[in-house]
């Protein structure tokens, strides 16, 4: 997986993540964005737009993510997630966490 | 003979349980949907093919994490995808060790506690995805030591009723 992150200010990390995001990528992908998250990029957004797949080992590193996020006092928001991970989301019923945006622009909205 | 046996689409591999062999899954299962593609009828929507290739790797990384031989490391895995009229299917075969379910999966997700972050789970979710993926997943252990998982997913049903009917 690879794994680029912006910082437009205000807190908010844009992270741009292409590949696929499963057992052999979950490991790396979380400590990447938990070290976005020390650096000050507290209020995330995950463009999953060029994810090519994600498994129950990706999920559970987004959850932990998001609790990272949020322990730190901001939060995380997934953007642009294709159909096959939204499918995963829908049947672990966790899309009630982590609301997919059609896009980052979306996602973006919520945080003023 | 793939016609006689009802089979409109087939791919087999044969491959050492390593994490690697999770590239050789998903290439599987490319090969399998572009011969699925030149069957008839074609395979259902985008999303219905997803959910079983998200199945199928979810048991894929389960054996490639938990297999390992008691004589030797690492174990081997065949993996066998076939498409029929009316359903697909995999199977895959590995001689590892046994397979033990933990005893808190296969709950579903009812007691997923959402509005508390901290507390959900970072894993165990891949055999719930694949079961709610699936019509059909069952695994057993033969006396002579292979692990054997069976995964249906059966076409929509108006398909299917379009399907016999035209035949």
Sequence with gaps: ?112 | MAELSGTLAEERLRVAAVPAALDEFHAALDRFWAAAARSSPPTPEEAWRHEFATAVIEIGTNIVSHSRSAERSPALVVFRLRLYADRVEACLLDRGIPFVEPPDHGSGWSGLAVDDVASLPEGGYGLPIARAALDGLRYRRSFHGTNFWHLVKRRPPAEHSTRTEAG
């Excluded at chain 1, 129950?56 to 953007?79: C, E, P, W």
């Excluded at chain 1, 609301?99 to 909205?109: F, H, I, N, S």
């Design chain 1, 1 to 112: 997986v690879d794994v680029t992150i912006s910082s437009p200010g205000g807190g908010v990390g844009i992270a741009t993540v292409t590949g696929r995001v499963d057992l052999l990528s979950a490991a790396e992908f979380k400590s990447r964005m938990t070290e976005a998250i020390d650096d000050g990029n507290k209020r995330l957004v995950l463009d999953l737009t060029k994810v090519t797949f994600l498994d129950s080992s990706g999920l559970g590193a987004l959850i932990g993510v998001l609790k990272a996020a949020r322990q730190a006092g901001g939060d995380m928001r997934i953007a642009g997630a294709g159909e096959q991970a939204r499918i995963v989301l829908e049947l672990t019923t966790l899309d009630r966490v982590l609301t997919p945006y059609d896009t980052v622009d979306e996602a973006l909205a919520g945080y003023g």
